[in-house]
């Protein structure tokens, strides 16, 4: 029999909690109404890009795969924890760094997930961490398949080289997790990483519940 001893294991749910109304550029309003048989239902309207969400290659290209295109092991498996504890001297979260910090464990089909220890940076009193494009062409070069961030690493310091790092990467299938959340409360190096996308046809990008599963 299938079983699975959930007392050797922790699970952290780093989903961003969506709060409606939301706010002007990333709206979650719902009302109340009701279905035939006099139950509740909520009319929601949003876009894919509220709270976590996966973004498959639709959301940079025209005629791309959607996010029910792409196979669903891509949405989960091994995943890695990417640290910057310094982000005045890695502000710019190079190759190297990456060597560095992550090159030792990098395996084929990782999920990368990005966190940024500084405290000043996380007070504001500096600019947070961003990944490169060449940071892009060494995750691919690794064949990761997914890149995890919160609103404390950016993929870019502008737009121009986030447009690039979203080719090099989803030019491969590989997607990007954005609004990740509570990524302190994760303990280990190595864990499992779950981000299901909502099964919906066309969708440039998902809502996700992204979970992570860690040794105790």
Not at 46 to 69: L, N, Q, W
Request: include cysteine.
């Amino acid at each position: 029999m299938f079983n699975i001893d959930t007392n050797k294991y922790r699970i952290v749910d780093i989903s961003y909690e969506v709060v409606p109304p939301g706010s002007n550029d990333r709206p979650f309003i719902i009302e109340r109404g009701l279905l035939a048989d006099r139950a509740y239902k909520h009319d929601v309207k949003t876009h894919s890009h509220v709270g976590t969400h996966v973004e498959a290659p639709a959301h940079f290209y025209d005629g791309g795969k959607d996010v029910t295109d792409l196979p669903l092991d891509i949405y989960f498996g091994r995943g890695i924890l990417l640290e910057v504890d310094d982000a005045e001297k890695n502000k710019a979260i190079s190759p190297d760094y990456l060597d560095k910090a992550i090159g030792d464990i990098i395996q084929e089909g990782d999920i990368i997930i990005c966190r940024n220890n500084d405290q000043e940076s996380l007070n504001g009193n500096r600019p947070h961490p961003h990944l490169t494009p060449e940071a892009a062409e060494w995750m691919r070069a690794h064949k990761v398949k997914m890149v995890g961030i919160d609103n404390n690493v950016g993929l870019s310091d502008n737009i121009k080289n986030g447009r690039k790092l979203h080719d090099i990467l989803m030019k491969e299938d590989v997607c990007l997790i954005e609004w990740l959340d509570n990524l302190d409360q994760i303990k280990k190096r190595e864990f499992f990483v779950m981000a299901l996308p909502y099964k919906v046809k066309i969708m440039d990008s998902s809502w996700a519940r992204v979970i992570i599963i860690e040794d105790k």
